[in-house]
Nanobody
Framework: QVQLVESGGGLVQAGGSLRLSCAAS????????MGWFRQAPAKEREFVAA????????YYADPVKGRYTISRDNAKNTVYLQMNSLKPEDTAVYYC????????????????WGQGTQVTVSS
């Protein structure tokens, strides 16, 4: 099992940048593919990005392609989400998730979830 704790959220102006972190405890972190999801008020949770166990392959949802970058540092048990050129529609609670699947899914099929961190983008 693994415990996930997100951090780095906050208030940012449109066009700005933010870097989210997800720290994992438990073992072993390198056994999990990782994903980021987000949920805005009155909307369903949606897939944002994912990364394989080794970090060699990444996946992105269309709305964030070219603006977000997911990465991981297995030695530090941490996955990151670099968010650039932020837009008001990026406002949501962002969640980190872990899966034992080799290929991280873009659906709500992860084994473990963090508590989330709020990202608010103002115009």
């Amino acid at each position: 099992q693994v415990q996930l704790v997100e951090s780095g959220g906050g208030l940012v102006q449109a066009g700005g940048s933010l870097r989210l972190s997800c720290a994992a405890s438990g073992r072993p972190f390198s056994s999990y593919a990782m994903g980021w999801f987000r949920q805005a008020p009155a909307k369903e949770r949606e897939f944002v990005a994912a990364i394989t166990r080794s970090g060699r392959i990444t996946y992105y949802a269309d709305p964030v392609k070219g603006r977000y970058t997911i990465s991981r540092d297995n030695a530090k048990n941490t996955v990151y989400l670099q968010m650039n050129s932020l837009k008001p529609e990026d406002t949501a609670v962002y969640y980190c998730a872990a899966t034992t699947l080799l290929i991280p899914p873009s659906t709500y099929e992860y084994d473990y979830w963090g508590q989330g961190t709020q990202v608010t983008v103002s115009s």
